[in-house]
């Protein structure tokens, strides 16, 4: 029996034992080595060459992630590691660090219990370690700490001993500051990484070593030692004797819960059901023989079997040919095959059992996010995945052939299945396709997907998104119906910074508010008590608040007036962009007594007007994208990169020194970062490293608003002007 079949034998019987598996993700910032430590563990277990771990990237086997070096898809593997005469199956996702892929980031930690936080040595804490930290925290998934490139420290900036422990205690001070601020309250001081505890180790990925307390105890080596090896070039030797994957999968199995112990408090938080149901017991006891409970956190396109859904199987066992039901969509569907990934390829078995992650083939209408069940059951969805940044750069795309219209359509929803984080609009009055991504990058990798799936497009130049707000206020603002039977009275204010932040932070919810329970939030948010309890509705960051008493009929109408607000919400008046950031309370109402002069065709208009009326009597504002760039640059150039900041309208937010280097961070609208990349380089004259991260809608400069309104509404082929408040409310 060859090595792989035998792996494939034990992986099939270890799914069954939930105490030896463990499901973790491996995350960092961009290059800081994750992909090649993922290379070094699958060369242990026999997947690759140990010659070429560091070298293969196996886990990059898109073609565009080999010819940019950059992961951009989570990549699943199972494999069988045998640690302390017991074997282990690891299930290990390798996640992208570019910020324009963090949705996969989100996605992943959803399916894994456990996180390896890769940080560079040299670099330290960049700003996406930050963000990947807080998103594995978001889905109580326990981090340990592995800092990488240590070679580096020794070889090229000829740190001594203390000097490297000096730059370790930081990054491992940094990482605990992360980690007390973010994690769960029970966990706070319990899931803090520690070099004597062994949560902590030091290596190099790219040379296949890695060494934490328990090893150094175990094999008398000490980092005096590993200068010596490094400053005579046998790091080769060094790897013999310390094995990255020994250190790196010890500490897995030592600290990362098993899906036994991590379903008991992961189920609660993730999953909105009735924790002492059967279903719930089930979950929280990994138990393979109760209700089916799946969460699909990815959708790929398989060319020879269609479409592959990715879960994490938390309940009961999915097995092949059987039927599922999908709780979101309330539809059923056959499962092909089910399985686990072995990197590109997939292991088929007949069945997947509770805490492994499954490739299930033949769900169609999956999407990232949805619940499977038995077909003969229905349970509570899992909690909606919130991703951390949203789409701001669109392109509109067109087919070169008009032939290939109907094509286009469907490769569109395709990738947009693929990947939840673009938002895909296909406008049939107008006949414009448009997609919204993260980021230039982002875009660029989608629309070299779809010329790969045979369908050759041509793309607009890219269009940044806005935002509409208000800087004022406006009250008792009335809206009429068009049959003038029903009349709506409204005040608007902007949203307190505070009541944004907890919406953003995922604190509020976003919904029609149900139950008296919210009341508490909003108020711990700066409401009053009495408002608190109207709050009918939070939208796009907007809360609509009912401040009428005693007015009959309004219950009939309340779905409507929340979809009017809504809508008028989905494109503002200003510029036909999204609001946000607005409070709508309800005044009072009048209300027609006959029905048939009160139903969507009356309501929907008048509250929709009294919004767009009240937006351009407050002062309306258009806002913009920003982006937190941070770059690092040796002394002589930092006024050559500071330039290039602030001839892109970018504020200076902080700069500071880092040996012969200068930090700067800054604040830089997306619609001035086109083209960033290559100026920067020659800025700089290619010795900078330079990253980017999301960072909200900040309001336009007064100056510039103008014109970029009349722009946006002329792209649009709307008027020129927005329209003053009478038009609406006339």
């Known amino acids: 029996m060859s090595r792989r079949d035998q792996m494939i034998k034990k992986i099939k019987e270890l799914m069954y034992e939930p105490e030896y598996i463990r499901n973790i993700g491996i995350v960092a910032h961009i290059d800081h080595g994750k992909t090649t430590l993922s290379d070094n563990l699958l060369a242990a277990a026999g997947m690759i060459s140990s010659e070429l771990a560091g070298d293969q990237r196996f886990l990059d086997f898109d073609e565009q992630e080999q010819e940019r070096g950059i992961t951009i898809d989570a990549a699943n593997v199972s494999m069988v590691h045998d640690y302390e005469d017991k074997n282990y199956l690891i299930n290990l996702i390798d996640t992208p660090g570019h910020v324009d892929f963090g949705g996969d980031v989100t996605r992943a930690m959803r399916a894994v219990?456990?996180?390896?936080?890769?940080?560079?040595?040299?670099?330290?804490?960049?700003?996406?370690?930050?963000?990947?930290?807080?998103?594995?925290?978001?889905?109580?998934?326990?981090?340990?700490?592995?800092?990488?490139?240590?070679?580096r420290l020794i070889n090229e900036l000829k740190l001594d001993d203390l000097e490297l422990q000096n730059r370790f205690v930081k990054i491992i001070a940094g990482v605990n500051k992360l980690i007390k601020n973010m994690a769960p309250k029970q966990f706070k001081e319990e899931w803090q990484v520690k070099i004597e505890d062994g949560t902590v180790a030091f290596g190099s990925a790219y040379h296949n070593w890695a060494i934490n307390v328990p090893t150094m105890l175990k094999t008398n080596i000490t980092f005096k030692d590993i200068i010596e090896y490094c400053n005579e070039d046998k790091q080769k030797e060094l790897a013999?004797?310390?094995?990255?994957?020994?250190?790196?999968?010890?500490?897995?199995?030592?600290?990362?819960?098993?899906?036994?112990?991590?379903?008991?408090?992961?189920?609660?938080?993730?999953?909105?059901?009735?924790?002492?149901?059967?279903?719930?017991?089930?979950?929280?006891?990994?138990?393979?023989?109760?209700?089916?409970?799946?969460?699909?956190?990815?959708?790929s396109i398989d060319k020879h079997a269609g479409e592959i859904a990715t879960g994490r199987v938390y309940g009961g066992s999915i097995e092949k040919g059987s039927e599922i039901f999908f709780v979101g969509s309330m539809s059923k569907a056959r499962t092909q095959q089910v399985g686990v990934y072995m990197g590109p390829e997939r292991i088929n078995t007949d069945t997947v059992p509770?805490?492994?992650?499954?490739?299930?083939?033949?769900?169609?209408?999956?999407?990232?996010?949805?619940?499977?069940?038995?077909?003969?059951?229905?349970?509570?969805p899992f909690e909606s995945l919130e991703h951390i940044s949203e789409p701001v750069v669109t392109v509109a795309v067109e087919a070169k052939n008009t032939k290939d219209l109907p094509k286009l359509i469907e490769v569109l929803r395709q990738v947009g299945k693929e990947d939840p984080t673009l938002r895909v609009e296909i406008n049939e009055e107008t006949g414009e396709h448009l997609i919204a991504g993260m980021g230039e990058l982002h875009l660029?990798?989608?629309?070299?997907?779809?010329?790969?799936?045979?369908?050759?497009?041509?793309?607009?130049?890219?269009?940044?998104v806005y935002r509409e707000t208000i800087a004022g206020t406006a009250t008792n603002v009335e809206g009429k119906s068009p049959n003038k039977?029903?009349?709506?009275?409204?005040?608007?204010?902007?949203?307190?910074?505070?009541?944004?932040?907890?919406?953003?932070?995922?604190a509020i919810q976003e919904g029609r508010v149900k139950g008296k329970e919210s009341a508490k939030v909003f108020q711990e948010y700066g409401l009053d008590k009495d408002e608190a309890k109207k709050v009918w509705d939070v939208y796009k960051h907007s809360i609509f608040v009912n401040k009428t008493r005693?007015?009959?009929y309004l219950d009939e109408i309340k779905e409507l007036l929340m979809e009017g607000f809504e809508s008028a919400l989905d494109d503002g008046p200003l510029a036909n962009e999204k609001a946000m950031g607005v409070?709508?309370?309800?005044?009072?109402?009048?209300?027609?007594?006959?029905?048939?002069?009160?139903?969507?065709?009356?309501?929907?208009?008048?509250?929709?007007?009294?919004?767009?009326?009240?937006?351009?009597?407050?002062?309306?504002?258009?806002?913009?994208?920003?982006?937190?760039?941070?770059?690092s640059v040796p002394q002589d150039y930092m006024g050559a990169a500071t330039r290039e900041i602030q001839n892109r309208r970018g504020q200076i937010v902080e700069m500071g020194q880092d040996g012969d280097m200068s930090t700067i961070e800054s604040k830089v609208p997306v619609s001035e970062m086109f083209g960033f990349a290559g100026d920067i380089r020659s800025a700089a004259e290619g010795r900078c490293i330079w990253s980017t991260e999301n960072s909200g809608f900040e309001r336009i400069p007064r100056e510039l608003q103008n014109q970029i309104v009349k722009e946006i509404r002329q792209r649009k082929g709307l008027t020129p002007e927005p329209y003053g408040p009478d038009h609406y409310l006339g």
């Not at 409204?490 to 910074?497: A, F, M, R, Y």
């Open 583 to 631: 409070k709508i309370s309800l005044m009072d109402a009048k209300i027609h007594e006959d029905a048939v002069h009160r139903g969507p065709a009356q309501v929907l208009p008048a509250i929709r007007k009294a919004v767009y009326g009240a937006i351009m009597l407050a002062q309306p504002t258009l806002m913009e994208p920003m982006q937190k760039v941070f770059i």
């Open 444 to 464: 660029e990798v989608i629309i070299y997907r779809i010329n790969d799936k045979g369908l050759e497009v041509e793309t607009s130049e890219p269009i940044v």
């Open 113 to 151: 219990d456990g996180a390896v936080v890769v940080v560079c040595a040299v670099e330290g804490i960049m700003p996406q370690t930050e963000t990947v930290l807080r998103q594995a925290l978001k889905e109580n998934v326990r981090p340990v700490l592995f800092i990488n490139k240590v070679d």
């Open 354 to 380: 509770a805490g492994n992650i499954v490739a299930i083939t033949g769900a169609r209408g999956a999407i990232a996010g949805e619940t499977i069940t038995d077909a003969d059951h229905n349970i509570a």
């Open 240 to 299: 013999s004797k310390i094995k990255i994957e020994e250190v790196i999968l010890g500490m897995v199995v030592e600290h990362l819960p098993s899906p036994k112990i991590a379903q008991a408090y992961r189920v609660p938080k993730i999953w909105s059901g009735d924790i002492e149901s059967v279903e719930g017991q089930g979950m929280i006891n990994t138990d393979s023989e109760s209700p089916l409970a799946v969460m699909v956190t990815d959708v």
């Open 485 to 506: 039977h029903n009349r709506f009275y409204i005040d608007i204010e902007p949203l307190s910074d505070e009541l944004m932040g907890a919406i953003s932070e995922g």
């Open 550 to 552: 005693g007015i009959q």
